[in-house]
């Protein structure tokens, strides 16, 4: 399958079991707000009842993330990933885990192969909120 479909099909996937877990789900947390994580950069994060997205741009790589709760703690949804040296984009399936209002866990397995991945690599992080 090509990275256009792929992508748009696991957009639509989210946004159907999106729209039928938004009527169910409610947020423990609202995570909105700006985030160190421990592996180094910040990310701002911006929360509107069960959608999430977050905006980092480092040195290295820029990233961008939408994702849906799927249970009142744990969004899961795409982050596209772009290394700034050499414009390489590349998508992982991330998952937030919030333990409280200021700390959150993730987990993310890399979808392709694009740039310095391997696809199903997984890595993890831990985040502290900043602001």
Not at 52 to 70: C, E, K, M, Q, W
Not at 89 to 94: G, P
Not at 113 to 128: E, F, W
Request: glycine letters at 8%; aromatic letters at 10%; one cysteine or more.
């Amino acid at each position: 399958m090509n990275r256009e479909f792929t992508a748009s099909f696991a957009a639509l996937i989210f946004t159907v079991a999106g729209m039928a877990q938004a009527a169910t789900v409610v947020p423990a947390f609202n995570l909105t707000g700006n985030w160190a994580s421990a592996g180094g950069g910040t990310a701002s994060y911006f929360q509107e009842g069960t959608q999430l997205n977050f905006l980092s741009v480092g040195p290295d790589y820029a990233h961008t993330y939408t994702a849906r709760y799927i249970t009142p703690t744990k969004a899961e949804g795409i982050q596209h990933r772009v290394t700034r040296a050499n414009g390489c984009s590349t998508e992982m399936l991330l998952t937030l885990t919030a333990t409280d209002n200021n700390h959150l866990s993730t987990s993310a397995k890399a979808l392709d192969s694009n740039c310095d991945l391997v696809k199903g690599q997984i890595y993890t992080d831990t985040a502290t909120r900043i602001q």
